[in-house]
């Protein structure tokens, strides 16, 4: 049932992200995000300096002067949000949770892709697959995909990155654009994401917390596992005590950006409290370059 409250929130984030699309990551977009091919458009007379492995034999000898096909990009792409809404989604030490955080970037990939006429798809997860919404067009569509991301209340609770990304490669046949939208606390999910990887464009986008990786000194606190539930009791007074868990986070930072690296992927990190318009034009420019 839709409260008051969050159709507001929704038409927010659309007002908010549409104006971001329209203005900077509709082309970027269009750019990076190509189509399957190229498929036969018409013909016209051939011109000076047209490439003459175009000509269309059978049409020129019918009218006795050359003509030449013309081509177009075959545009419509599918998009695959993937999105994790595990317990630890749930954190933020700012203004927002990385769950908000998640729709917002949902909204702006989806609407850039309905822009450019293209599909879209989410797929919810915990430790279970939650929520499947299967491709679709339509701005209806897209912001029932935002209200699922920022509402959706789940099963689970601990995150299985390699259960999600077994269920998008049986569920989706055809090659697609993967966003896999977590902060990536699991692990055993290195296979699984070299093979849908290659089997479509995959793209990671860890969502992170600076107070996750910089506890303060505030003395002694009490900590709750969100994805387990599990308490105890830290003095953050202690330099060794802020100094272990500061190298508990940074280790897993180094073997996630080791997976990445591994499986030849792009990820884009976005931090809560932070602008994610910057990591998300970096992205694009960097695949810009490549093509």
Partial sequence: MLTKDLV???RQIEIRTKGLVNQVFSGEYHSVFKGR??????VRE???GDDIRNIDWNVTARFGHPYIKIFEEERELTVILMVDLSGSLMFGSVSKTKQQIAAELSAILAFSALKNNDKVGLILFTDKIEKFVPPRKGRIHVLRI?????????EGKSTNLRGALEFMHNAIKKKSIAFLISDFIDEGYEKILRIVGRKH???????DDKREKEIPNIGMIKLTDSETGAERWIDTSSGKVREKISGVRKENERIRNSVFVKSG???????????????LVQFFRRRARKW
Avoid: C, H, W
């Avoid at 091919?37 to 018409?42: A, I, L, P, Q, Y």
């Avoid at 935002?146 to 209340?153: A, M, Q």
């Avoid at 992927?265 to 990591?279: C, H, R």
């Fill in 8 to 10: 507001k929130q929704v």
């Fill in 37 to 42: 091919g190229m498929e036969f458009s018409e």
């Fill in 46 to 48: 051939y011109q000076f």
């Fill in 146 to 154: 935002i209200r699922e991301v920022l509402s959706f209340e789940p």
């Fill in 201 to 207: 464009d995959l793209i990671g986008v860890v969502l």
């Fill in 265 to 279: 992927l792009d990820k884009i990190e976005v931090t809560a409290g932070s602008n994610y318009i910057q990591p």
